[in-house]
C-alpha cells in the first residue's frame, strides 16, 4: 500500500512538474547554477571578500529563476496543455493542484538552493547552509507568491513576467533607498551595519520577515480567490 502511494505521487509529482516548467525544467535548473557560477566568478575577479552576505546575495538570484517561471506561466501552461477546463471540471480540485504545484516547485527551490549553499560553504566561505537557504527564501517565496497572484490577475504568461521584472527593478531600486528598512524586500539578515546596534537591526530584520510572510499569505490567497471565476480562465 505504501509502496503504490509513493509510486503515485512520485509520478503525479512529475507530471507536475512537466506542466509548471513546461517541459524546461532541466534549462531552468542548469541556468540557476550558471548564474550562480557566474557570480562567484565575477566576486572572485574582483578579489572581493566572499562573505555570509555576499553568500546571500549569490544565491537570491538563482532562486527568484527558479521560481519565477512555475509562477508566471503557470496558468498559461495549463491552458496550453488543454487541462484548464479538466481542473475546473472538479469541485474544490484546482485549489488541491495549483497548492500542489506550489509546493513541488517551492521544494524544488529548496532542494537546489540548499545543495549551492553547501557547495558555498565548502568551497568559498564558512556559512551555515540551511540557515542561509531558508533565509533567501524568505523573499524568494513573496516574489513567488506576488507572481501567482498577478497571473491569476493577468492570465498570460509573457504579461505577468513583463510585470513582475518591472516590479523587481522597482524592488531593487527601493533596496538601495530603504537599505536597513524593514520594508526593504531584499534585506540581507547576514549584512549588519557597522553603525547600527545588532539587536536593533535583528528587531527590523524580524519585522521584516512577518510583514513578508504577511504578504506573501495575502497574495497566495488572493490569488486563489481568483482563480473561483471559470469563465476569465477559459
Known amino acids: ?7 503515485n505521487l512520485a509520478r503525479l509529482t512529475y507530471y507536475n512538474i512537466k506542466i509548471i516548467f513546461g517541459n524546461k525544467f532541466v534549462y ?5 547554477v550558471l548564474f550562480y557560477v557566474l557570480t562567484v566568478f565575477i566576486n572572485l575577479l574582483t578579489e572581493a571578500d566572499i562573505t555570509e552576505a555576499k553568500g546571500f546575495n549569490m544565491l537570491l538570484i538563482p532562486s527568484v529563476l527558479l521560481i519565477f517561471y512555475p509562477m508566471c506561466f503557470g496558468i498559461q501552461n495549463d491552458q496550453d496543455a488543454k487541462i484548464i477546463e479538466i481542473i475546473f471540471g472538479i469541485p474544490n480540485y484546482r485549489y488541491k493542484v495549483w497548492l500542489f504545484r506550489l509546493l513541488v516547485a517551492y521544494a524544488i527551490c529548496f532542494g537546489i538552493t540548499l545543495g549551492l549553499a553547501f557547495l558555498t560553504d565548502w ?5 551555515p547552509p540551511v540557515e542561509l537557504t531558508l533565509q533567501v527564501l524568505v523573499p524568494v517565496f513573496f516574489i513567488g507568491m506576488l507572481c501567482f497572484f498577478l497571473s491569476t490577475v493577468i492570465k498570460n504568461g509573457n504579461g505577468t513576467a513583463v510585470v513582475v521584472i518591472i516590479l523587481g527593478l522597482i524592488f531593487f531600486i527601493l533596496d538601495k533607498v530603504l537599505e536597513v528598512s524593514k520594508w526593504n524586500i531584499f534585506l540581507n539578515p547576514f549584512d549588519i551595519p557597522l553603525d547600527k546596534n545588532p539587536a536593533i537591526f535583528f528587531q527590523i530584520l524580524w519585522y521584516n520577515r512577518i510583514i513578508l510572510g504577511i504578504a506573501s499569505l495575502v497574495c497566495l490567497l488572493a490569488g486563489l480567490y481568483k482563480t473561483q471565476n471559470r469563465e476569465k480562465f477559459i
Do not use: I, R
Open 28 to 32: 531552468f535548473m542548469l541556468s540557476a
Open 1 to 7: 500500500m505504501k509502496k503504490y502511494f509513493w509510486n
Open 123 to 127: 568551497l568559498l566561505v564558512e556559512v
